[in-house]
């Protein structure tokens, strides 16, 4: 028996909502934005990409690499199959969301490391703190490219 949970289970764990049904987005949006650390907020952010990333990624690599390498790896194959992406679409060579996806990662590992919360603070103010923490490694990306 496989103890691997599947992609339905995992969207209703993550979402709080079965796969597809109304109010799945709304929720994602909600818990992720909403998440009282930035680490939680990417547990909550796009769940069927995180299931597969999880899955495919992070565990394969978290069996020989240290569990803060592998999060900071998993980000940057995020962001390498994004910039693979875009690279399809417009045919033509792109390297940004590697390094910004890899950032994240850091800035995942960095307040999971440094236990830093604002669950105290209001949903709103919690929103606003996630979005700098994206907002912020965009624009360090941009700085460093």
Known sequence: MSNHITL???????T?????????MSNMLKR???AP????????WNPIWSYY???YVMKPTSSFLPHW?????TFAISGALHDLAVMLIKWK????????????????????????????????????I??????????LTELIL
């Open 93 to 128: 060579l792109l390297f940004f969301f590697t390094p910004w996806f890899g950032l994240m990662g850091v800035f995942v590992v960095l307040s999971l490391k440094l236990r830093l919360s604002f669950s105290h603070f209001p949903m709103l103010v919690r929103a606003f």
């Open 53 to 55: 990333l999880s899955r």
């Open 16 to 24: 709080g909502v079965p796969l597809g049904a109304n109010g799945s």
């Open 37 to 44: 650390s930035f680490y939680l907020f990417w547990r909550y």
């Open 32 to 34: 992720s934005f909403g």
């Open 69 to 73: 390498c592998a999060v900071i790896v």
């Open 8 to 14: 339905t289970q995992y969207v209703k764990k993550r």
């Open 130 to 139: 996630n979005f700098l923490y994206i907002g912020g490694s965009f624009y």
